[in-house]
């Protein structure tokens, strides 16, 4: 038995990483500049976009795209509900209706069949996850948004690294990543807007910085006016070059971080793979290279006689660390309240809400920290 505590994530930070921030800090200039325009250039290349746009979170991105896309009281965006509340608290916030989309039982991606079936007139965007570093079925997906004639921002905050069909996900389309400390690659707090669609991105960048289509670093260095006019009211979702620097470091490391996970990923599914109560997700086969976000599992409550939270609570009592991705969205107070949501309606989003949960994985762990982890878990379900 452990120990030391395991944490279920931490953030992989160097002391360069750490000087690198420290020279932003001396530098005299440490808001949006140089590092931000230098990350989301370096972002482009990584994920094979035409634009990025660096933000203060994912979240902000949601907002700014439902903003950018006009999406307001009548309209109808499909979504899963098992997803960061996050996207659906925006929605409802905009004025506009969350229709939940159920998942595959298995790999927790949003189904096609289930998002044609709730298709309406209403219909204005559709937002797919790509869940815990594996990509949802684009293809599917973008023919119904093409033959409806609607939008898909894909929400990638798992998805750094991700490949579908051998491209990097966010390549085409519209697309926001996240550099939350948990994600795959950190910047504190912050996110990225990706997007081949140049007007949208325009209108991004205009939305994020108070709607002057101009932010501070651009008008010091290139001598813009700073009177300059707002076009229309806007946001302060910018990102700090403090915060850049460690993304820019972080994005350096980031194909060594997926090779870790990866490594560690493997030896936890061999290992669980004896464990009958526990049941890992499958991986979409058109994943061609998953990230490794998070490693889910899900217990088997009617053999383990166990309920998913008791089990959290015992594997912290044995120095093991959990996450829960997710709870399902539907089923929380205000959504059941306000929107009469009821369980039986997502039965495989709610089969999974009831079992998942999260195992520890991040870069820095090692080998034993999985057997630790597997041996924990056995004398759970021993008890
Ligand atoms: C983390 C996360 C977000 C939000 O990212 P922030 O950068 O924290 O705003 C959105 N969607 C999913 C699926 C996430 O896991």
């Not at 049941?279 to 998953?290: K, Y």
Request: hydrophobic residues 40%.
């Amino acid at each position: 038995m452990r120990t030391e505590f395991l944490p279920f994530s931490r953030p992989s930070i160097t002391e360069e990483d750490i000087s690198a921030v420290g020279d932003v800090l001396r530098s005299g200039w440490i808001t949006t500049g140089p590092n931000v325009t230098g990350f989301e250039r370096a972002f482009c290349e990584y994920v094979g976009c035409k634009n990025a746009v660096a933000l203060s979170s994912a979240t902000a991105g949601m907002h700014l795209a439902l903003e950018a896309l006009d999406i307001g009281p009548g309209d109808e965006v499909i979504t899963p509900s098992m997803t960061w509340v996050s996207t659906i608290n925006l929605i409802v916030l905009a004025g506009a209706t969350p229709v939940f989309a159920d998942v595959d039982k298995d790999t927790l991606m949003i189904s096609p069949d289930w998002v044609e079936e709730s298709i309406s007139p209403k219909t204005r965007l559709i937002v797919p996850v790509h869940f815990a570093g594996a990509a949802a079925d684009m293809a599917y997906l973008r023919r119904i948004a093409a033959r409806i004639e609607v939008p898909l921002v894909e929400d990638a905050a798992h998805a750094l690294g991700t490949r579908y069909s051998g491209a990097h996900v966010g390549k085409e389309g519209t697309s926001i990543f996240s550099f939350h400390p948990i994600k795959n690659i950190t910047t504190g707090e912050g996110g990225m807007f990706c997007s081949d669609n140049e007007d949208l991105i325009e209108h991004i960048n205009r939305l994020k910085f108070h709607g002057l289509g101009v932010d501070a670093y651009d008008r010091q260095t290139q001598g813009r006016s700073p009177q300059a006019e707002v076009l229309e009211p806007g946001y302060k979702y910018n990102m700090t070059d403090m915060a850049a620097v460690l993304g820019l470091r972080q994005l350096g490391r980031v194909d060594e971080f997926i090779r870790k996970r990866a490594a560690l990923a493997i030896r936890y599914r061999e290992l669980l793979s004896e464990i009958d109560e526990i049941l890992p997700l499958s991986v979409p086969p058109d994943t061609t290279r998953h990230a490794w976000h998070l490693f889910i599992v899900r217990l088997d409550t009617d053999r383990a006689r166990l309920s998913r939270d008791d089990f959290m609570a015992e594997l912290k009592k044995r120095d093991i660390g959990t996450g829960l991705h997710f709870r399902a969205v539907h089923l929380q107070k205000y959504y059941r309240e306000s929107m009469d949501m009821r369980r039986g309606m997502l039965p495989n989003t709610e089969w999974n809400s009831d079992r998942i949960c999260s195992l520890p994985l991040f870069p820095d762990m090692t080998f034993e920290d999985v057997d630790d982890v597997v041996e924990a878990v056995k004398d759970v379900l021993r008890k």
